[in-house]
């Protein structure tokens, strides 16, 4: 999975886009996550890259300054924790470093680490401008603000398919990873709305499995 740039042409905040000139990294592992906030982002006017790893943000890292980070405490290669904690030592530091989690008992500890708010997903409209604007300078921020629209992004269902089958072939492996499977459902879950999905994460690989095979036996239920 690569980056996704969605490249705006306002260059100074209004009230209907107040993140417009905004440029974000978002290190995130899954899809539909990803595209939920593809589509704030897109909302809100920022710019958005996406790296699905630690080694893929330290790539980004390494030869682009975004104003703003989004950081999944829970990633393939690690924890967002030692991201978070290295880019609230830099200098200059970033404007705005923002974790994404699925677990309200993380708070502590990505605050701890550096992080200016913490998020919970999955993200809503309001929650994700609030958390930036609440930390960028003067000079980025909007006139005015306009309320907030009450329809949130929708999932996307080619992005949860693709999430799902992710989480499926990671369970076939010997030895599976599980425990980054469970953190990974459970938060792919939290974000579709699928309670079910997201307690099958809890009770073992052979129930998830079978949860996840089940979903995508019906795609037209995804």
């Not at 975004?66 to 405490?73: E, H, I, K, T, Y």
């Not at 974790?99 to 809503?124: E, I, M, N, Q, R």
């Amino acid at each position: 999975m690569g980056s996704l740039d969605d490249l705006l042409p306002l260059a100074t905040p209004t009230a209907d886009q107040p993140l417009a000139g905004l440029t974000l990294l978002l290190v995130e592992d899954s899809r539909l996550a990803s595209e939920g906030m593809r589509l704030l982002c897109r909302r809100s006017g920022a710019r958005l890259r996406r790296a699905d790893s630690l080694a893929a943000a330290e790539r980004h890292l390494r030869g682009y300054r975004p104003d703003a980070a989004m950081v999944d405490l829970h990633l393939p290669d690690g924890s967002g924790l030692d991201l978070l904690a290295r880019l609230a030592a830099a200098r200059p530091r970033l404007d705005v470093l923002v974790a994404l989690t699925g677990d309200p008992d993380s708070a502590d500890a990505a605050l701890a680490a550096g992080a200016d708010a913490v998020l919970l997903k999955p993200l809503g409209l309001a929650a994700f401008q609030s958390a930036l604007l609440a930390h960028l300078p003067a000079h980025r921020q909007p006139p005015a603000r306009r309320p907030v629209p009450a329809a949130e992004p929708s999932p996307d269902p080619r992005a949860l398919r693709e999430d799902l089958e992710h989480a499926a072939a990671l369970l076939g492996q010997d030895p599976a990873p599980f425990d980054y499977v469970r953190r990974f459902v459970t938060g792919v879950a939290r974000s579709a709305g699928d309670r079910a999905l997201a307690q099958a994460a809890h009770l073992g690989a052979r129930p998830l499995a079978q949860a996840l095979h089940d979903r995508l036996s019906r795609p037209a239920a995804l």
